[in-house]
């Protein structure tokens, strides 16, 4: 990684395109898996801060301003010839507040609904029927009534708070008590940051222009430099290199299934270097636009067209939306696993009844992912996220129903964990391997329906005491063993280990009749 001189050298001296990518690229070796979102397009130097003067970025034909709809009394903007100059409203902010030289924080685009926001009074907002995200400082209070029920309370003059909540359309009431200060409402999932110009914690979202952009470089100096190419978009959370969220995981649009791939990540039946292939099949149906973050898209019928493999002009992660149909999606170990990476929406991706549908994905991430992936009709779950070392996300509601054959659907999964206490699993005969090396998989099982199940073989194989309490193995002892269980199944728990509040429930399941074989720690 760049020391901090390496960094204050390249701002302060006009150094060649080479020496600026082999500090990019020292970056990027050293983050290259840093965080869930990797969507940045743009890299920035916020170093210049202090002159009044930024890197920007512009359409290639040199106008356009970044713009956005924040309204505000007074801010500054960074315009595109990279000119700190003040304005009424609508502006982008930079973030220095973790230092002087402090990182840079992009945020989307989006409008404050409240009216003379520094100090907020009683008023009403006009809503519609979606989510919104309310912010704010002090140590007051805002009830809601109207188009949604609820309250916020402040927690201190400089502490923000924030509440998300799904509202009709019509007319909110926000009644204010107490101080509350520096407050806005906007339509999103999520709050975003709030600075007034003068603040030391200066925040700029901005709307990146369209067409092909460019890097316009400027020094302490003022000279411009040249023109640097864009270089592969990574996460960057140290240091003084920091980026622009070209698409942020919270503004997505329904129905996208989106992920960031790596070109780079090659194995021996992926595409090349400079490619990705998407794991459609034979037999599958499709009618979908594949976005390849470059600037390209492809409409997609077929599962054996040419467009299925891109190839981009310069290796590095882009961010690929699919929109449309999309009916068998299945990695099999194979193919470009490794290059799919951090999965921002499942969207309506339907992967098929193949099995093996995200098998061998070591580097898929899935945690701040907010849909469902649709399983519906589903009965071969087998392999669905085999050996996804990496994987994490919220399944808590993945419905079992259909599922037949959950064999090895979680092996190897070493970070995975979700509550399915109340997964619907009665459809299911064989679930083999299902939890096998899933180290930090530890939901309560005591209420699945297991009576159709006659394979559990290495089930939970690599378990222990240390990852599944006895707690969890004495209620699942004793919920099983009240149902009427298929005979002589064998059933592999790891060496987790249970007490004498499980014993009985364990011993009616070994004996007759149901004469289960099961492997696990002793009684203690």
């Excluded at 007759?512 to 720690?521: F, L, M, V, Y």
């Amino acid at each position: 990684m760049p020391s901090q001189e390496q960094i204050d050298n390249y701002i302060a001296n006009d150094y060649t395109i080479d020496s600026v990518d082999c500090i990019l690229d020292d970056y990027k070796n050293n983050f290259k898996d840093m965080g869930a979102i990797k969507t940045s397009k743009l890299f920035f130097m916020p170093r210049a801060y202090a002159t009044g003067k930024l890197p920007v970025y512009t359409p290639s034909d040199g106008s356009g301003d970044f713009t956005t709809t924040r309204a505000l009394d007074t801010a500054t903007r960074f315009n595109s010839e990279g000119i700190r100059e003040t304005v009424l409203a609508n502006v982008p902010r930079i973030d220095h507040s973790h230092g002087t030289c402090g990182e840079l924080l992009v945020e989307p685009t989006r409008t404050n609904l409240f009216v003379s926001p520094d100090t907020l009074a009683t008023q009403n907002v006009t809503t519609e029927d979606n989510y919104y995200a309310v912010s704010f400082e002090g140590t007051g209070t805002v009830t809601f009534s109207g188009t949604y029920t609820g309250s916020l309370v402040g927690t201190g003059v400089s502490n923000r708070v924030s509440l998300v909540f799904l509202a009709t359309a019509g007319t909110l009431t926000c009644t204010v008590s107490g101080s509350v200060t520096s407050a806005q409402i906007e339509l999103g999932k999520y709050a975003t940051s709030y600075v007034v110009g003068t603040r030391n914690a200066d925040v700029h979202s901005v709307n990146l222009p369209s067409g092909t952009l460019q890097v316009k470089e400027y020094t302490y100096g003022g000279g411009v430099r040249d023109v640097i190419p864009l270089v592969s978009p990574y996460t960057i959370k140290e240091g003084f290199i920091q980026k622009i969220i070209g698409t942020s995981t919270n503004d997505l649009v329904a129905g996208d299934f989106v992920a960031n791939w790596d070109t780079r990540e090659v194995s021996s039946d992926s595409s090349n270097y400079f490619q990705v292939k998407l794991p459609i099949i034979s037999g599958g149906t499709y009618n979908f636009t594949a976005d390849w973050g470059d600037g390209t898209s492809s409409t997609i019928t077929a599962y054996n067209q040419a467009e299925v493999t891109h190839t981009y002009s310069v290796a590095g992660v882009y961010t690929v939306k699919l929109r449309g149909v999309i009916n068998g999606w299945r990695f099999a170990s194979g193919g470009d696993r490794l290059k799919i990476g951090d999965i921002a929406q499942w969207g309506t991706l339907k992967v098929g009844n193949n099995g093996n549908y995200f098998h061998g994905c070591n580097n898929i991430n899935a945690s701040t992912v907010s849909d469902q992936i649709d399983v519906s009709g589903i009965t071969n779950a087998s392999r669905f996220f085999d050996s996804c070392l990496k994987f994490t996300c919220n399944l808590d509601y993945l419905d079992f129903s259909s599922f037949t054959d959950t064999s090895y659907m979680f092996q190897d999964c070493w970070l995975f964990n979700s509550d399915f206490s109340s997964a619907n699993v009665s459809n299911v005969v064989n679930a083999r391997n299902m939890f096998n090396n899933a180290y930090a998989y530890n939901s309560s099982m005591a209420n699945w329906n297991v009576s159709n199940i006659t394979n559990l073989t290495a089930f939970m194989n690599g378990k222990t005491t240390a990852n599944y309490s006895t707690t969890l193995m004495d209620a699942l002892y004793n919920g099983w063993s009240l149902l009427t269980l298929q005979p002589n199944v064998v059933c592999d728990f790891g060496t987790i280990e249970y007490t004498a509040a499980g014993a009985d429930g364990r011993a009616i399941m070994v004996g007759a009749p149901n004469n289960w074989t099961i492997t696990s720690g002793t009684q203690i």
